[in-house]
């Protein structure tokens, strides 16, 4: 082989060499798998407190906080089923604020209602169908879920893993959904007892998870989670008045804030982050407008401050997984 063919040989055996040295190593590192922890979200119940849950998606997604894992309660499972349905922040803020929801889920305590109830009771009666008792039977929100979360084709896809939890009366313990009609689901969860029909799903007869889970941060570290941030829309419970009481929506307001208070002592400790935004003055049933704003931006502010928090909490987990991924 002549000398000059030899040096352009070896020329181009080394030019390959360096080539393999520097292109290599990136792309093992492109090929090999991102180690981070799982994060998963328990979106509290509490009426149209629940509306904060928005302001804390709009925030975590804006700051590129991933999220694997959803399970919801009550209205935690309105936001959490649309949320993975692929319905974004600023979507579930126009429905919010439109009244689309308030409609669908409008609870009207008239006289003409009571007339409804009686009628529907007699008639079923009459035609041997089972009655169970509450004001509202309808499935507008069944439906209204579906509807959002559907394709053109009338398949839904659901982007992030989404349990949701309400309770069997029958059984009397939680129950996890998680699979199926996802609005009927949804519509399960948020029956509040008397107020809406609990909802016959296979052998159960399901009402509001928030009787018993309303925070379901154990079911989000079930789901997978390395990391469980718990938003927390409860109402602190203060000293009542006794003008408080003289409505049903006061009476009722009141028991139910009572359960939960009972519960979240015990499930917050067990969140790594918990989210509780500031919605003093806000009752459950505050629907108008003006309520549902001041929920959604008290959602945006807590998770703003808690920010920090969460990005140290999720670096920690982060390394915690390395060390236990490369131990050497």
Do not use: W
Not at 38 to 60: N, P, Q, S, T
């Amino acid at each position: 082989m002549p000398e000059i063919i030899k040096q352009k040989f070896f020329l181009s055996v080394l030019l390959m060499f360096i080539a393999f040295q520097i292109i290599s190593p990136a792309c093992i590192a492109e090929n090999k798998p991102v180690i981070r922890p799982k994060v998963g979200l328990a979106l509290g119940g509490g009426g149209a407190r629940g509306a904060a849950h928005i302001g804390v998606l709009r925030v975590l997604e804006r700051e590129n906080i991933p999220i694997d894992y959803l399970v919801g309660t009550s209205a935690g499972a309105l936001i959490a089923a649309l949320y993975s349905g692929g319905v974004d922040p600023n979507e579930l803020e126009k429905h919010i604020l439109s009244g689309a929801i308030n409609k669908v889920y409008k609870t009207d305590l008239s006289i003409f209602r009571a007339i409804c109830l009686y009628m529907d009771k007699t008639l079923r009666i009459l035609f041997r169908k089972p009655f169970y008792a509450g004001i509202y039977n309808d499935h507008k929100l069944h439906h209204f879920v579906n509807e959002l979360v559907s394709k053109g084709d009338g398949s839904i896809d659901i982007a992030i893993p989404l349990h949701i939890i309400a309770v069997d009366l029958i059984s009397g313990e939680p129950v996890v959904i998680k699979s199926g009609d996802i609005g009927l689901a949804v519509q399960a969860s948020t029956a509040i007892p008397t107020l809406r029909r609990p909802i016959p799903i296979d052998d159960q007869l399901l009402v509001d998870g928030g009787i018993l889970k309303n925070i379901p941060v154990d079911e989000a570290r079930k789901m997978g989670s390395d990391l469980v941030i718990a938003i927390d829309v409860e109402s602190k419970l203060e000293y009542g008045k006794l003008r408080d009481f003289k409505s049903f929506e006061g009476v009722i307001t009141r028991v139910i804030n009572l359960g939960l208070k009972a519960q979240s002592e015990h499930v917050l400790d067990k969140a790594d982050i918990v989210i509780s935004p500031n919605l003093k003055g806000l009752g459950i049933l505050d629907l108008d407008k003006g309520s549902l704003i001041a929920a959604i931006r008290a959602g945006e502010e807590e998770t703003v401050k808690m920010l920090p928090r969460i990005k140290k909490k999720l670096e920690q987990k982060t390394n915690a997984l390395k060390i236990a991924e490369n131990p050497d």
